[in-house]
């Protein structure tokens, strides 16, 4: 599990195909890799991967066609900005909010305006998950915990402020960029419940007061 604050901007060093799938190694610039072991979850731009090889500046993981066909990293190219964060430790502040490190798929950046200092984002997504993105609840964009602000249809707006943009690869994102999105697990947790017929009735109190209503 991740929390969705980045806790360093790496960069892509290699792509190497392998069989089909690729092998993905990361410089990791400002992340400290003093506790990092074999084996260990790292989410690159909000994929959870697995630490395969590694030094004190860079790592390595396998990235499967699974992951190629539903998040952004096989559109990446040597020297590609990407959002770090190792996963979270029971003893960790949860700062964002809970994420898993699997991606749903993926949207699209739509806009970028200035608001004030900060920055309102307009992105854009597949309908099967703008189901789940609601008025207030969070979503995770490039690993990024974010709060949504307002929903359209298949968008919704986002505001940055500046201390995310300049710590995040949202500073090399433009229109039209391609994003990796994870929804919001309680959404996910609160379909299924709806959707089974022997699950205990959720009131409509509770939707509204989670944003699904």
């Known amino acids: ?5 980045i806790q360093a901007v790496g960069r892509i060093a290699r792509l190497e ?7 993905l190694t990361v410089d990791t610039s400002g992340l400290d890799m003093a506790d990092v072991a074999l084996g260990d979850s790292i989410a690159v731009s909000g994929v959870c991967l697995t630490v ?18 539903h998040t952004t990293l096989g559109k990446h190219k040597a020297g590609d900005p990407v959002n770090l964060e190792k996963a979270l430790r029971l003893a960790d502040r949860l700062g964002g909010h809970l994420v898993s490190g699997h991606v749903d798929g993926t949207g699209k950046v739509v806009s970028v305006l200035p608001d004030g200092r900060s920055q309102r984002w307009t992105f854009e997504v597949p309908a099967d998950l703008a189901r789940y993105v609601a008025h207030k609840g969070s979503v995770c964009i490039d ?14 707006g986002v505001n940055l402020i500046p201390h995310t943009v300049a710590h995040t690869a ?12 994870e929804v919001d ?17 959720l009131d409509e109190a509770f939707l509204k007061q989670h944003g699904f209503a």
């Open 52 to 69: 395969i090889d590694f030094d004190a500046v860079s790592f390595a993981a396998d990235v499967s066609n699974e992951t190629l066909s």
């Open 185 to 201: 697990v309680v959404a996910r947790y609160v379909e299924r419940l709806l959707s089974s017929g022997d699950s205990p009735r």
């Open 170 to 181: 949202f500073s090399a994102r433009r229109p039209g960029d391609a994003v990796n999105i």
């Open 17 to 23: 195909r392998r069989g089909g799938d690729v092998r």
């Open 1 to 5: 599990m991740f929390t969705g604050i």
């Open 143 to 156: 690993g990024t915990s974010l709060t949504v602000n307002e929903v359209a249809g298949n968008r919704f």
